[in-house]
């Protein structure tokens, strides 16, 4: 792929996670009044890009934080809503559920948290976002820039989302 390409895809990724965050944007009215809700919050699409034809990045709302994988091409999607999928990333293994979204189609996410009271700000819960995003896509780099001294090994086995905002993703072997 050239890095036109691969631009051009990157492009349509950030849209589509936008679009996503606009459908929850629509939601917030009715969700504010739940006991979920933070309302020192807003909805947001965090380092959306493409990965292996699907966007990938992540939800930000006041109610919860997800992974978000949704395909570039709607016609690609066929999981059944509610369909638990493993999918390998740099980190490992993580299980995502399938759902649908009017207007989006396929989509499926990775529940990182809810709800979302532990963060004060925005900023606080976008910073979250981006750290877990790096965590998932870049794990060597980011054990790096955590333990320089280490080397990071690599998942043999799935992890899942406590393990993940644990740091499992940096534990090593013996």
Same mark, same amino acid.
Request: charged share 20%; no cysteine; net charge negative.
């Given at each position: 792929?050239? #890095?036109? !390409?691969? =631009?051009? $895809? /990157?492009?349509?990724?950030?849209?589509?996670?936008?679009? %996503? *965050? +606009? @459908?929850?944007? #629509?939601? !917030?009215? =009715?969700? $504010? /009044?739940?006991?979920?809700?933070?309302?020192?919050?807003? %909805? *947001? +699409? @965090?380092?959306?890009r493409?990965?292996?034809?699907?966007?990938?990045?992540?939800?930000?709302?006041?109610?919860?934080?997800?992974?978000?994988?949704?395909?570039?091409?709607?016609?690609?999607?066929?999981?059944?809503?509610?369909?638990?999928?493993?999918?390998?990333?740099?980190?490992?293994?993580?299980?995502?559920?399938?759902?649908?979204?009017?207007?989006?189609g396929?989509?499926?996410?990775c529940?990182?948290?809810?709800?979302m009271?532990?963060?004060?700000?925005?900023?606080?819960?976008?910073?979250?976002?981006?750290?877990?995003?790096?965590?998932?896509?870049?794990?060597?780099?980011?054990?790096?820039?955590?333990?320089?001294?280490?080397?990071?090994?690599?998942?043999?086995?799935?992890?899942?989302?406590?393990?993940?905002?644990?740091?499992?993703?940096?534990?090593?072997?013996?």
């Open positions: 792929m050239t #890095a036109e !390409v691969a =631009a051009h $895809r /990157d492009v349509e990724a950030r849209a589509a996670g936008e679009a %996503v *965050a +606009a @459908i929850y944007r #629509a939601a !917030v009215p =009715a969700m $504010r /009044d739940l006991p979920v809700f933070n309302p020192a919050l807003d %909805v *947001a +699409a @965090i380092g959306f493409a990965l292996d034809d699907h966007a990938f990045g992540v939800i930000v709302t006041p109610w919860f934080m997800n992974l978000v994988r949704l395909p570039l091409d709607p016609a690609t999607a066929g999981r059944s809503q509610g369909e638990v999928v493993t999918r390998v990333l740099p980190v490992g293994a993580l299980e995502f559920t399938a759902g649908q979204l009017d207007g989006i396929g989509i499926e996410s529940s990182l948290f809810s709800p009271f532990d963060f004060a700000d925005q900023s606080a819960a976008e910073a979250a976002a981006e750290a877990a995003l790096a965590a998932v896509l870049e794990p060597e780099q980011v054990a790096d820039e955590t333990l320089p001294s280490q080397a990071p090994s690599k998942m043999a086995t799935t992890l899942d989302r406590r393990g993940l905002l644990r740091g499992a993703w940096m534990e090593r072997r013996p």
